[in-house]
């Protein structure tokens, strides 16, 4: 690990990728004093819209990443699907967490799940798949039903098939997802009796601190809610706080990593993926938490004293997607859901509405998670205009 740097208030934080989550930690940094450079196609992307300044290139410009290692003290991104030539790149330049190493096992899903148990944790049963034979003897050895998935690139549910037969349905989605990528991965489907993810913050000293445990729930495979803490065993919950410290060690992380975990159906804990980058399944800290996981990036980032993660309150976070500003007319009633008690709205600046693109998140901190989940839930309905 480099030595650990401390940079100043006024220092400049680059970032790959303008996106919502680009966007909440630029407008973190900002609040602590430093100036933000955001490479991004768009000029008016989230993130550029709060940001002191916007390189505007492709994400596959090895020449904009260099320029932006140039101009910046310190570089991270805000997703992993980006090529880590262009990370190595802007690393040739200048310093970047978490490392193109870490982004070129976390991009991979065969590479990932290996590192994870090199770390000492367990995931479901898996196979790499390139070829036909290969497909056929994962569904021999580790049987159905299963997910097959893209080895990269896949997100928010897209290059993934639940596979229940043998039959013409199985093989019609292997030749659909090899069409889409060389490698696939072939894995166990998981019974799980719930979804969660510990988001681990560590700083270039090692300094490691994990945010409570949440639990997250899916629809049509995107993230729908987050609820903190997770109801589940303290047991629980600690073992998940363990794996994600042991997995930050193991990939030697300067910055957030978000391990998602399925919790079983006889209490063991499974991971399933990792993200190294803010979650949106930890949108819910910035309203629930001393520190936010945006400030906690900034933090690692810079050099400083990773922030106490104990919660503010009990709290709930819902999605909004694009679906609601097409069934409204393009009109959702915020201030219908703002009189929910405990309301938070917040709205990542996208101009084009789409459905299942995220637009934006409503978070309710309440004196417990239910009431909390509860009352997320019915904000994001009078949003739709469907509760008084």
Known sequence: ????????????????????????????????????????????????????????????DRSAASELARRS????????????????AAEAVGRVFPSSKVLRVCQHRVLEKQAVERAGSRVSPFRQVVTEADFYA???????????????????????????????????????????????????????AKELSVICARGQDGETVCFPCTENVHKDNILDTSTAPADVPPEA????????????????????????????????????????????????????????????????????????????????????????????DMKPDFARALRVPGASLHLYGKVEPRAGRKMGHITVVAGDAGTALQRAREARARVSGTRS
């Open 138 to 192: 994962a569904v021999k050895d580790i049987g159905l039903p299963a997910v097959l998935k893209t080895a990269t690139m896949g997100y928010d549910g897209k290059g993934q098939a639940v596979l229940r037969s043998p039959g013409a349905e199985a093989a019609a989605a292997f030749a659909r997802l090899r069409g889409q990528a060389d490698v696939l991965v072939y894995e166990r489907f998981v019974p799980f």
């Open 237 to 328: 919950a600690g073992e998940a706080s363990r794996i994600a410290t042991s997995i930050a060690a193991a990939l030697d992380i300067v910055g957030l990593i978000c391990v998602e975990l399925f919790l079983t159906t006889d209490g063991g804990l499974l991971v399933n993926e990792l993200a190294p980058r803010p979650h949106n399944s930890g949108h819910w800290t910035i309203e629930g938490c001393r520190t936010s996981q945006f400030h906690q990036l900034v933090r690692a980032l810079c050099g400083l004293s990773l922030g106490a993660v104990d919660m503010a309150a009990p709290v709930a976070m819902a999605n909004l997607l694009g679906d609601i500003w097409l069934s409204t």
């Open 73 to 88: 003290d310190v570089v991270t991104y805000e997703f992993e699907n980006i090529d880590a030539t262009v990370v190595e």
């Open 1 to 60: 690990m480099p030595g650990t740097r401390v940079l100043p208030p006024g220092s400049c934080i680059g970032v790959i990728g303008g996106g919502q989550l680009g966007r909440m930690t630029a407008i973190a940094a900002r609040q602590m004093g430093y100036e933000v450079l955001v490479l991004d196609p768009d000029p008016r992307c989230p993130a550029g819209q709060v940001a002191s300044g916007v390189i505007a290139s492709p994400y596959s």
